[in-house]
């Protein structure tokens, strides 16, 4: 179906009218419309231009409701054949993305593709070197329908994907986890994940989209720019950044010693550290995500306890500890 149907078949379902229209003939582009519409009692005629053709629509009726939708419809119709109506389906969606476009340009959207608006969510992907399938990999994992992948470069992607389309998921993130193992598995290399909020409709994927590539950032920083995360786990990191780094020093002045900063340079003993509160504190899952035996984890906790005060084993402890890696991570930026 080309665009100009699609357009004239979303009007008529909308507006609940029976509307057609054919591309003007040479006799119709010499006769005069009143008021730029005309009616032979049965039905009402208007014209509109799409890209660089004029047509003729044609409504069935003739009382005023018609008549009015002719003078309204070319106006409206003819914003569809704009500077976007050329563009491939995910370069519009990359403008989109990018909050190029306008809330009528979203509609747009929906329009041109055939593609019911509804509630999704975006999935900031970054790969560490070039794939040159992973494009064609990502989309196998999307429904053709009404999910796209759109690729930046060879490394960052962005997938949007239908909520509804994820339902057997229990979150976006669960989604997620599924689509970088099995991406993982494909292509030998594992992608870095952000997961931006669902939105209501195509209108806010921009804020999605924002959200998930603010994951990726903060994960380069304090994941190593490995693994799923969505854009809640870095609530905290997003509050503490927007404070100043000189009031940052004087709070981690305050209440470290420098036997913590020690264990903060030990790259070793903080990525122990990060991995078990990532572990939900569980010793076991821990050992297993680090191949490290499970005595040689407890010996690190230990010594981390000794060296700061903290028993990361204990809730409060650990969330003391997170927040002091954040600041140190902070500072270091």
């Known amino acids: 179906m080309k665009e100009p149907d699609k357009i004239v078949a979303e ?19 010499s006769e005069a419309y009143a008021a730029g519409s005309k009616s032979d009692g049965k039905y009402t005629y208007f014209r509109f231009l799409f ?9 069935d009726g003739a009382s005023k409701t018609e008549k009015n939708y002719a003078a309204m419809l070319p106006a409206y119709i003819s914003t569809f054949g704009g500077k976007n109506s050329f563009l491939t389906r995910e370069e519009y969606l990359k403008k989109m993305l990018l909050g190029d476009c306008s809330a009528a340009d979203a509609y747009k959207y929906s329009v041109k593709f055939c593609v019911e608006e509804t509630p999704c969510f975006v999935l900031a992907i970054k790969f560490a070197k070039s794939y040159p399938d992973a494009q064609a990999i990502l989309s196998q994992y999307g429904d053709e329908k009404t999910d ?16 509804a389309s994820a339902q057997e998921y229990s979150s976006p993130v669960d ?5 970088s193992r099995f991406v993982a598995e494909e292509l030998g290399a594992a992608p870095c994940v952000g997961v931006g909020s669902v939105t209501s409709g195509f209108n806010d994927l921009p804020v999605s989209y924002t959200r998930a590539v603010t994951a990726l950032r903060y994960a380069e920083v304090f994941s190593g720019g490995e693994g799923v995360h969505s854009y809640k786990e870095y609530m ?47 010793v076991s899952e821990t ?8 005595n040689t984890l407890l010996y690190r906790l230990d010594k981390i ?12 402890d650990a969330v003391t500890f997170r927040i002091l890696t954040v600041l140190y991570k902070l500072l270091k930026k």
């Open 11 to 29: 009007i008529s379902k909308t507006l609940g009218v029976r509307l057609g229209f054919h591309e003007e003939t040479a006799a119709e582009k």
């Open 51 to 59: 890209g660089e053709k004029t047509y003729t629509g044609v409504l």
């Open 148 to 163: 796209v992948v759109a690729a930046f470069d060879d490394k960052n992607f962005a997938l949007v994907k239908a909520a």
């Open 175 to 179: 989604y997620a986890k599924f689509l």
């Open 236 to 282: 905290l990191v997003k509050m503490l950044e927007e404070v100043p780094k000189s009031h940052l020093a004087e709070f981690m002045d305050d209440v470290t010693e420098e036997e913590i900063r020690e264990v903060f340079d030990d790259e070793e003993m903080l990525q122990t550290a990060e991995k078990f509160l990532s572990s939900s504190l569980n």
């Open 287 to 294: 050992s297993r995500n680090l191949y490290m035996h499970r």
């Open 305 to 316: 306890e000794k060296a700061t005060g903290l028993n990361i084993r204990l809730f409060p």
